[in-house]
């Protein structure tokens, strides 16, 4: 009993930071119909970021403080925000009337460029580097359960966010209009709602979020490298698509499944190898039986 | 003295909407090749025409929806050539467009706060809803309604209650008809004009239906293929040979 709560422990966390990741996905595709393949990208940015901030914040605020870690979450955050925006002005609003396809291959195109760009001993090089503990850890037993501060930092600032940001699109009037863009362009600009603006709010609410994803992962990562965000990127992306690829509920959803199959996959004797086989083969079943995806409607306008 | 409210507002002088010589292209095709109108204050004017005459384009076009090739589009005295469709809702001129578009993942009542996206003083907004409440009162009773669940007569009441959300002092209505029961048309043609009789509000309108739009509006144009074929007093083109033959089904 006690093993099988663990494993739920440690998949929620596992599939909260898919969760977090899946919903810039989702997003993204809600305004612009498109993938951002970029978007994994953000999240490894976001952890160098957190990696370049750490020592600074250590010399302000001493060594794994609270005060430390909370600044340089909110500035990798911002950081990433600001990038996902310069992305979207840079390559994928020049395109916006242009073929869905152009604007995928120039997505992908964007992520090679970071991944590899990243990679010249210039910028970060190839090479690991070992992430800097952020705040004090420490493991609670309960049970026979352990907890440590990291999954407990994972979940709490996952239900916050995720919290933070229902509010947002559901209650505020920019989120109103994040929905009626995702709807129709032309209705929202209609409204005079300068959609341009909300676009580039969208990418830099799903990269912020992006960034807060890539630390968690960083954390619980021995190392991270130009590369990290490929694996959890492709598996937050299959978790969007899970839980129906522009609906937000779904994709945190989909992440937490994604994140849950994985862990119990892994801890099944034996077969722990074939742990993304297992995940994967159950996530193709899904879509199977409902191919929009478990919160997904199959219709033209999603929000 | 009581204004006369079953007469339309005399036009004034200086059009409140004026486009001259407006050209767009879909690629190779000219869907509009120098379309010139005026519309007066306080005036219902009329757009009639066949399917792809380019009457939805010519409304897209002042909305900044498409961009002209040529030509200008002067609304109250300022060229609208070149500002986006979010700074010309701005200015007071509001577009409902063809097919309704509300937003259907939305409720109606954030679809009508949608049409008033652009106002900060919440007592207009508070004004703008009585006001759509009264015109419509059937919005009243959907407010917590998703959008996508309304009749298209409902839907229609909605695009157009959106639409005066942001304090329109020109309304273009596109093919208010469309999908519509018969019931509903002659409803909604109603209040349109009252909305114009009431408020003073300019329309445009495109109407597939010659003879309610000829009704409603006091001067029309008729284009075809991209061009104005012929205009003037509805009155007038109402026993027009050619438009009878060609528009109002022969009678």
Redesign the interface.
Known sequence: MSEFLQQVVNGLALGSIYALIAIGYTMVYGVLRFINFAHSDILMLGAFAAFFLAPKAQAIFGAESVLGAISVILLSALICAAIGMLIEYLAYRPLRDRPKLTVLITAIGVSLLIEFGCQHPAVFGPNPKAFPKLFPAADYHLQGLTISTNDMVVLGSTLVLLGALWFMVQRTKVGAAMRAVAFNHHAAALMGINVSRIISLTFAVGSALAAVAGILYALKAPAIEPLMGIQPGLRAFIAAVVGGIGNLPGAALGGLLLGALETFAGGIPGVSNYRDGIAFAILILILLFRPAGLLGKLQHEKV | MQPDLSQPPQPSSEPLLQVQELKVNYGAINALDGVSLKVAAGQIVSLIGANGAGKTTLLRAI?A?HKPRSGSIAYAGRSLVGL???AI??NGL??V?EGR??????TVL?NL???A??QTDHSVVEREMDYVFTTFPRLKERLRQSAGTLSGGEQQMLAIG??LM?SPKCLMLDEPSLGIAPLLIKAIFEKIVQINREHGITILLVEQNANLALEAASYAYVLETGRVKLEGPSAQLRHDPEVKAAYLGGR
């Open positions: 909305s929806l986006p469709p979010h809702v701005r509001c577009h467009p578009m509300v937003f259907a993942n939305l954030e706060r949608m049409g996206y652009l959106r639409a942001g």
